[in-house]
């Protein structure tokens, strides 16, 4: 019987999940990887995170968006499941929102942390 689990998220586009990663210091590698779980089990992750009781976890994208899968039994970060995803989704949507504009030509011209944790970004774009 599998211990994994899958929890849904709204994620959807691995660089900017990579980034986000990145961005909250996150030590990853990028998939395929196998994330490994109770009695050996393994899941297939496009990024893994190892954990140092030798249970990992990692996102797989399920044909929609890319959902977390850990042995929950064996979660082994400094934050619950949810605050990690809270923190890594919130990452995602900053990390997202400066690819999107980016390419339609915005720059960003500042950034404000607010004490709520929400970001705030300004941004530009010249027309000529």
Do not use: C
Request: no cysteine.
């Amino acid at each position: 019987m599998s211990h994994f689990s899958q929890i849904k998220t709204q994620i959807r586009n691995l660089a900017s999940l990579k980034s986000a990663l990145t961005d909250l210091e996150i030590d990853w590698k990028p998939g395929p990887q196998d994330v490994r779980g109770y009695r050996g089990q393994t899941r297939t992750a496009d990024v893994a995170i190892q954990q140092s009781n030798g249970y990992d976890l990692g996102f797989s994208w399920n044909g929609s968006e890319y959902e977390l899968i850990a042995d929950l039994q064996f979660w082994n970060q400094p934050l619950t499941v949810e605050r990690f995803l809270s923190k890594v989704t919130q990452r995602y949507a900053y990390q997202t929102v400066l690819s999107e504009t980016t390419q339609r030509g915005f720059q960003m011209t500042e950034q404000q942390q607010n004490e709520d944790g929400s970001i705030r970004l300004v941004l530009q774009r010249w027309s000529g």
